[in-house]
């Protein structure tokens, strides 16, 4: 280390630590706080007497602005957690916690929302199962980190879990809330491309015998070029609104505490046609009955919600289409394709000569793409839970709970194309409109019963507290579906239906113990057996955990100490799973499909050799691996939270998991089974990481506070078990798209970390330009062939990841602001790899003209040969980023006009900016897990301009 770097942060601690020491002795009042409650599963903590990693927010610790999903309240807030949000409106959320814990099952954390676990598992047309809650409904979020606080969950909490609480009604007086915002959506950036001047120039040098397709040709046959900024045409300005009101009071002369809120949002999304529109309500009550011993929660959540979901290959086709042709043209050859200018190709049929758009090769008009799709997704979701908590008089401290819980979800989604949209009949030269519906129900139910019993009031000086729950769950999954296909061709028209039905069976406990005070001990267990291993021996699964934590501020030597205000010590280890294969419950289970095809039926001449067949329908076996059973992780933790002079609280965390049992779709030997790959536990994972958070409180006084919160996570994972035969995977990741054969260009390879980029070497020549087709014959036997890819030690996943947010308050004005960034991620652009060669401009060969992106010019790359040029590591980017989430500026009115009505005034802005190397678009390159750092034709992040009031009256 440099000594300049250390004397200029030495002053800025002794600077920090002044400003604190003056601000405790400066304040104005001495503030009494009353320390937070958690929720920890299956009951709530005393922040302090946690003894597992659990990061706790509340109302005031939320993201603000435009907030449409609950993972937005939570981004850049909690270390070790990356959440990264789609930008299409109501669009989905990638969450992981901790690093990936699944490969092939399912890495999202379980998610508990007022005492029910929904479903991870997909709904046809839900962009994110987490909107069927209002934001504005939610009073606090707990995200459990490390086993020994998710071993309650059991075996779908491998990935954390996350806890959500909803607010509910009080006693007093009725209070009122309105809150109201308009939004405005706006494009951030756009891919550099030819304008038409640029692409005319290159055709002209490069390809003359393609000049004559510019443009268009009028009525009097004579070449017209236009200048068409396609990207402009497929983006727009977009609104929107959220309105919501509740309610929260006592009924019926204060024996019914209750809140009520409905809500609406509806988002235009920057890609013309996207649309999210949802109407919420819910209601909670919380009545005691029986002298108070019985307590009764009732939660019910009703939302409808409607997308229209853009096709995002519009986003690839304005790359590509020629700005030389107008977007649409009155020309009677037009006419056809909606008066959208289109590239045409003559197809021969029979004697006859057909035009049609050439669907097979991917050359559409994108505004054409946009207004001729119809995709659209009607959801209605219900979530509701009824929770009875009875105290027995006859023992202090012993109560029984039941909770019964029901997650609905009903979706259709209806995709209807028009004909030109559509490939031609090649019997018929017809193009025939297309049209699908798909109709899917879910319908979850869950019990959960079980015992609580806690005493506090020893007469020992050994034993402080101690607690116990323990019980049995029960939750059931039911989903079904059908789906109706060519609805408006007879010839080709389909039906699939489809009836799945899962079971969770538990049994748990939890047992806390507190000794003089000052040392925590919890123990938890739970017993859980899944139907989805009803063939297999290994069924039942058992999650242990055991934490402990020292207060070691309540130490003699320490409990004087004024310049520590808190330090408590935590050390955690726990065993928790994954049971989670999408939708597919039935993998340990031998079971047939019907095959009705000209291929696989079985042919009977019943008439004679001579006479026609007649095809019988077979009936096929599908692979399954009555071996299967839960994945397995085990965790270590160990942490420290402290806080210094009363103005810096914080926590560090050092934890490992080892993931074992990994369900992991791979190939297996010939004739082992009715398939050449099939799911199983055939990976494992090793990985460690260090989560820290830090708050300060720089300002405290009565009128004036400045507060910083800061967070980072550290990851470092590393594959020890892959495949059968432990030989490296290069067939199941990151595949690529746009290409005629799709290459893959992530690997998983013992000892390495997971989807790792593998790649060719590229060669350069001295100037340091690419050279087209040549890479580094890396094992140097003297020709490039597969054997020459290698691993490049880089992935998609961050190596460290950080969040901080300020908070300004003067007077009655307010500024917050949220930054995150992420380090160590890299991304394989895809954009550039398809479309930077003068064949792409020459479309592949086929009569048209594509525009492309300006990175062309870095390589001039001709006819990239094969595949191996798209998977060279030229394309490989960094993709690490500092990001400016959100900023939020707002004024209090109190008692406004003296009716003793709270305004506040606000406005905000949402992805101000990105600083980063990565010449894409977004450096945060979606949220699919297949293909970890694939850029693609992603719906692109807007920047979101918010202007809203909050009254409390």
Known sequence: MRNYNVLKIAPAFLLLGSMLHAQQNDSVKKETEIEQVVLIGYGAKKKSDLTGSVTALTDKDFNKGAIVSTQQLLQGKAAGVTISNDGAPGGGASVTIRGISSISGNTDPLYVIDGVAITRESTGGVGNPLNLVNPNDIESISVLKDASATAIYGVRASAGVIIVKTKSGNQGKWKYNYSGNVQLNTTMNTYDVFSASQLTDIVKNQLPGKYDLLGIKDASGNQVLYDTDWQKEIYQKAWGTAQDFSARGNAFKGKLPMRLSIGYNNNDGILKTSNFERMNASINLTPKLLNDNLLVTINAKGTKTKYRYADTGAVGQAIAMDPTKPVTSDLPLYQNYGGYVQWLQEYPVGGNTYVSTPQNVGLGNPVATLEGKRNIADVKQFLGSSEFEYKFPFLKGLSAVANLGL???????????????????????????????????????????????SK?????????????????????????????????????????????????????????????????????????????????????????????????????????????????????????GNQDLGNNWYPTLAYYNTVNSSLANFVVYANGINQAPIFVSTINPNAYNSQLKWEKTAQYNMGLDFGIVKRISGSIDYWRKDIQDLLYYAFLPAGANYNSKINGNFAEIKSQGIDLDLNFKIVNKSRTKFDIGMNMGWVDMKTTKVNVDGSIDATSFGGLSGLTQNPNVQAMSVDRMPFEFYLYKQAYDTNGRPLEGVFVDMNGDGKITPDDRYLTGKSGIPDVTFGWNTFLQVGNFDLRTVWRASVGNYAFNNINARYSTLKYIDSDGFGAVNNTVTNYNNTGFVNAPGSFQFISDLYLENASFVKLDNITAGYVFDNFLNTKTRFRFYGSVQNVFTITKYSGLDPEVGTDRSKLGVDWNLYPRSRVFTFGVNVDF
């Open 456 to 576: 506090s009031d020893f007469n020992s000086g050994i034993i402080s507290d101690l607690g116990f729950t323990g019980g049995y769950s029960y939750q059931s999954f039911r989903n079904a579906g059908d789906s109706s296909k060519y609805l408006y061709d007879p010839s080709q028209y389909s039906y699939s239906y489809y009836r799945d039905k899962g079971v969770l069976i538990s049994f748990f406990g939890r047992g806390n113990i507190s000794f003089v005070d000052k040392y925590l001990l919890t123990l938890t267990v739970r017993h859980e057996a899944s139907s989805r291993f009803n063939n297999s021996e290994y069924r039942w699964a058992t999650s242990p955990s055991a934490a402990f934590a020292w207060q070691m501020k309540k130490e003699d030597w320490l409990k004087d100490n004024n310049f520590f205000s808190d330090m408590k010590l935590r050390l955690g280890w726990g065993i928790t």
């Open 407 to 453: 997650e609905y979800v009903e979706s259709e989604t209806t995709n209807d194309n028009q004909a030109y949209l559509t490939a031609m009949n090649t019997s018929t030269g017809a193009q025939i409109p297309y049209a699908d519906i798909s109709n899917q129900v879910r319908n979850n139910q869950s019990l959960d019963l079980y015992l609580k019993y």
